[in-house]
């Protein structure tokens, strides 16, 4: 199985070369180059998610040095709960919350750590991650459980929750959080500068942990294949998924998941007020914004980067408005859902989670599949004054809180790191 570029001039390689480069070398994101049809077999709906993911990914890892490891990268990876609840009888939640740092960046941060772990690397290889909330707290976890590579973190100063800033700063000298004075795509952008850096690519060998990286996207298509089967088995109807979307990688993964014959009906992009997704279904075009700071933090993004690989999938709108739709919705709306579903339904959603729900009281179709990405207990500044009691908090995150901190604060621009690093 080959990967090629979104921009088609870079050469076109295999997974262990795609992860390992995370950008292609024209600047494009790695892609399919031919999609698999997976012929799924009756037994799948109710096998365990992490042999699923084995029988899920193997077509992309065919003819790959890691084909031979993948059975057990995905046994050690997904050896956590993953529940698929119904909410009445026409709608269920897909709950990715239940890793180590409760949030569903655990799934690609975790296979990514072990595939890393069992390539060739040089001695100065480091991961270098721009984080909105999530990924930077997923990927110090998984590299520090998995691998002795070294992990250099950014995240937007007083941008993200106290117990997301707990997640990144507790993994001692291995893990190098950095506060970054700017948001979340100004640490994108410092990312992107390191590796064009000429300076930077001959101290290290740097690996991207974003969600543009393979070896994230490809996981992540596992959630909504195990929930889209489980789902059909028990209604015998095809689900569409909602799902809470910022960089956009996570909604990629399900359009991956509907092209190689997964039943989803579609896919929604359930964004916050980033409208960036939003304004191109409406309109067709693509327009620059201003980063909006919202209670969905994970999801402040301007740009997603992963929508090239929409665009690439579907070059046309009306195509993509065939098998996808997208939602934008406020703050306001964000406190109003919290508060609803808890007290009618004693449903206590995260704030970005709160969004797929809100975006499915407003759809009037049956058989919808709600993406959950983060544990509520990781919101409870937010939480906790909307519905007026305590959260109660997951071992894993008890455990974290008890850490040492310790963040390093930079400015938005390259030397001010260097400084640091150097
Ligand atoms: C990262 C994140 C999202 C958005 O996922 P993308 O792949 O960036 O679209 C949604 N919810 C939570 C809790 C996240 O951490």
């Not at 997976?38 to 699923?52: D, G, H, N, V």
């Not at 015998?236 to 991956?256: D, F, M, Q, R």
């Not at 191109?280 to 090239?308: C, H």
């Not at 809100?358 to 004054?385: G, M, S």
């Amino acid at each position: 199985m080959k990967f090629r570029s979104t921009r088609k001039t870079a050469k076109s390689c295999q997974i262990s070369e795609a992860i390992q480069q995370g950008l292609a070398t024209d600047g494009g994101l790695f892609v399919p180059q031919d999609w698999p049809h997976m012929s799924i077999q009756p037994e799948w709906p109710r096998l365990s998610f992490a042999k699923l993911s084995i029988e899920v990914l193997r077509p992309f890892f065919t003819g790959d040095q890691l084909e031979k490891k993948l059975d057990e990268i995905c046994t050690r990876a997904f050896d956590f709960p993953v529940p698929v609840q119904d909410l009445g009888n026409d709608t269920a939640v897909l709950e990715l919350f239940y890793g180590p740092t409760n949030a569903f960046k655990d799934f690609g941060a975790r296979f990514l750590a072990l595939c890393l772990n069992e390539l060739p690397r040089t001695l100065n290889r480091m991961v270098l991650v721009a984080t909105s909330g999530d990924t930077g707290g997923a990927g110090a976890a998984a590299f520090s459980e998995f691998t002795d590579i070294p992990v250099v973190i950014l995240y937007p100063k007083g941008k993200i929750s106290p117990r997301q800033e707990k997640q990144l700063t507790v993994w001692g000298n291995r893990v190098r959080a950095f506060a970054v004075n700017g948001d979340f795509d100004d640490c994108q952008k410092l990312v992107k500068e390191a590796f064009n850096s000429p300076d930077w690519r001959k101290r290290f060998d740097l690996v991207s942990a974003n969600s543009i990286n393979l070896g994230r996207l490809l996981p992540q298509m596992v959630g909504f294949v195990f929930a889209s089967l489980k789902y059909q088995a028990d209604h015998g109807a095809e689900p569409g998924v909602i799902v809470p979307t910022g960089n956009a990688g996570h909604a990629v993964s399900a359009l991956w998941a509907r092209k190689i014959g997964f039943p989803i009906r579609k896919v929604i992009f359930a964004h916050n007020a980033n409208q960036a997704v939003y304004g191109y279904f409406r309109s067709g075009q693509w327009r620059a914004r201003k980063t909006i700071a919202t209670l969905a933090n994970a999801m402040d993004v301007s740009e997603p980067s992963n929508f090239e690989r929409v665009l690439d999938l579907y070059p046309s709108l009306e195509e993509l408005k065939k098998v996808a739709d997208a939602y934008s919705i406020t703050d306001d709306q964000i406190c109003a859902t919290v508060k609803t579903e808890w007290t009618l339904h004693r449903q206590l959603w995260c704030p970005h989670s709160a969004i797929a729900a809100c975006v499915r009281q407003q759809l009037t179709d049956p058989h919808w599949i709600i993406a959950a990405t983060a544990h509520p207990a990781k919101f409870e500044t937010v939480l906790e004054p909307l519905i007026g009691s305590k959260i109660e908090i997951p071992i894993n995150l008890k455990n974290l809180l008890s850490l040492k901190s310790k963040s390093e604060l930079v400015n938005a621009n390259l030397k001010s790191l260097q400084a640091a690093l150097f």
